[in-house]
């Protein structure tokens, strides 16, 4: 092993992030070579710097014309130069501020400083990464976002472990959630979680007294020894769309629940800033157990991570983003994007009511949805797969999952198409 994974292993030890470990995490380290090299040049080469793998002219980056003329908001330094591998420092810092304007309670919390990825799908690789190991169980509730199957299963060797979304009373799962908690913990001595909140495909986001109750269930697990690392996908973050819901993110009361909870966060532009090919995302840690040292090293062994896949994140994308968010604008753009996709929320929570009422034979039911860009039906006795390709006969795209559900992007569709779309898909199951 790398002495300096060595020694970053030996700064975690004793912390649940050590022990979650997976043997790739074990063996990760930033490599301190041509980094640490150029910044000591940029003290003392005052001659030549010929260190970083870039072209220089007149002592800026170069850049063809044709590039400047396509990004003239953003000088060289800023479009093609590098990123640094963790990321641009100033948006990571924006980040953490925004961080905390939407998740309050984090204000007191030690946190490690966002780390930069492609996009959060990235993040979650990264996670997988530092922490899965082949024949691992991943707690998730049955309806999840598919590429979870392809990044955690197909690529990792990963067990997701199901258990059903939502309990009798038409709610979050707690009971089945901390039941597949405890088998994984069983089987494995350790436990990882992944919950998404307003999820993907449900459109679900949990009441505050859920959310409780997740982190209780937790916590009570974490106290009977079983180290726990929670992922909170909140690619959807925001969208809340009833009162009630726990709008802060669940990795929020998870970051100081218990000194063998490890929270990782992953969140980025893609959904909440509209900026969905900038492919910019973040993964940040928190955990009791971990102090300055520890997040230190575990941000060390990510940056490794993120060196060895990606090297590091568009440096265009990453100033285009910090520019936007420093818009004195940026909230009010925000909230009016935010404005939009209530409407057609509200629009199709009265359509469905409607057709509820008056097709009350239809073999579809409207799933829990509060929140996001989704919502979901459970097609019943109707085939989902073959109801979706009825729709595509009629110019109407969703998507079927697992033969059962059909999901519907509201997100993408019109407020004043909502209902045709209703009725549409109504219609469509009934001549089945
Ligand atoms: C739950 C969830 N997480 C992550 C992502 C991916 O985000 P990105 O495009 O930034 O990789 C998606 C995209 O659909 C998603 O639904």
């Given at each position: 092993?790398n002495p300096l994974?060595?020694?970053?292993n ?5 912390t649940?992030?050590h022990?979650l ?9 930033f490599p301190?070579g ?6 000591e040049?940029?003290?003392?080469a005052?001659r030549f710097?010929?260190t970083?793998g870039?072209a220089y002219r007149?002592?800026a980056p ?6 400047a003329?396509v990004s ?7 479009s093609v ?7 641009v420092?100033?948006?990571r810092e ?5 961080m905390?304007?939407?998740n309050p309670?984090?204000?007191?919390v ?15 690789v990264?996670?997988?990464?530092l922490f899965?190991?082949a ?6 509730p049955?309806m ?6 392809l ?11 199901t258990?059903p979304f939502?309990?009798?009373?038409a709610?979050f799962n ?10 994984a913990?069983t089987a494995?001595g350790?436990?990882i979680?992944?919950?998404?909140f307003?999820?993907?495909?449900t459109?679900?986001?949990?009441t505050e ?10 916590t009570?697990?974490?106290d009977?020894?079983?180290?726990i690392?929670?992922?909170?996908d909140?690619?959807?973050f925001?969208?809340?769309f ?14 100081t629940a218990h000194?063998r909870?490890?929270?990782?966060k992953?969140d980025?532009?893609?959904k909440?800033d ?7 995302g ?15 090293a575990?941000e ?6 993120l060196r060895a896949?990606?090297?590091?994140t568009s440096?265009?994308s990453q100033?285009m983003?910090?520019k936007v968010?420093n ?7 925000k ?5 939009i996709?209530?409407?057609r929320?509200?629009e199709?929570?009265?359509?469905l ?28 006795a109707?085939?989902?797969?073959a109801l ?6 009629r110019?109407?795209?969703t998507?079927?999952?697992a033969?059962r559900?059909?999901?519907?992007a ?8 909502i209902g045709?779309?209703?009725?549409e898909?109504?219609?469509a199951?009934a001549?089945?």
């Open positions: 092993m994974a060595e020694s970053l030996a700064t975690l030890e004793g649940v992030a022990r470990l997976s043997r790739t995490g074990r063996h990760l380290f301190k041509i980094v640490a090299q150029s910044a040049a940029k003290e003392r005052h710097n010929a970083a870039m007149h002592g170069m850049i063809l014309p044709a590039a003329s003239a908001a953003f000088s060289p330094a800023e130069a590098y990123a640094p591998t963790p990321g420092a100033a948006l924006r980040w953490k501020e925004e905390i304007k939407k309670s984090l204000a007191s030690r946190t490690s400083r966002p780390l930069v990825t492609a996009g959060l799908t990235n993040g979650i990264h996670l997988a990464e899965v190991d024949g691992d169980p991943v707690v998730m049955d999840f976002w598919g590429n979870y199957r990044i955690l299963e197909h690529r990792k060797e990963a067990r997701i472990m258990f939502f309990s009798e009373e709610g707690v009971e089945g959630f901390a039941a597949a908690c405890t088998e913990a494995r350790k436990v979680v992944l919950l998404n307003p999820n993907n495909p459109g679900y986001t949990p007294a859920e959310a409780r109750a997740i982190v209780a269930r937790l009570a697990l974490a009977d020894g079983t180290d690392l929670v992922i909170a909140d690619a959807y925001g969208l809340f009833e009162s009630g819901l726990q709008t802060e993110s669940i990795f929020a009361p998870l970051s000194e909870i490890l929270a990782a992953i980025g532009a893609t909440e509209f900026a969905w090919g900038l492919r910019v973040f993964i940040t840690y928190a955990s009791p157990g971990l102090d300055d040292n520890a997040i230190n575990l060390q062994k990510t940056i490794g991570s896949v990606v090297s590091n440096n265009l100033h983003l910090l968010m818009d004195p604008a940026y909230e009010r753009q909230q009016d994007a935010r404005d996709l209530e409407g929320y509200r199709l929570k009265a359509g009511e409607r057709r509820r009422s008056s097709d009350p034979d239809s073999p579809l039911t409207v799933l829990p949805f509060n929140s996001g860009y989704f919502m979901s039906f459970d097609c019943g109707v085939d989902a797969e979706r390709l009825a729709l595509l006969d110019g109407i795209g998507i079927s999952i033969g559900y059909l999901r519907v509201f997100a993408a569709v019109e407020q004043e198409s045709e779309l209703i009725d898909i109504y219609d199951a001549g089945m």
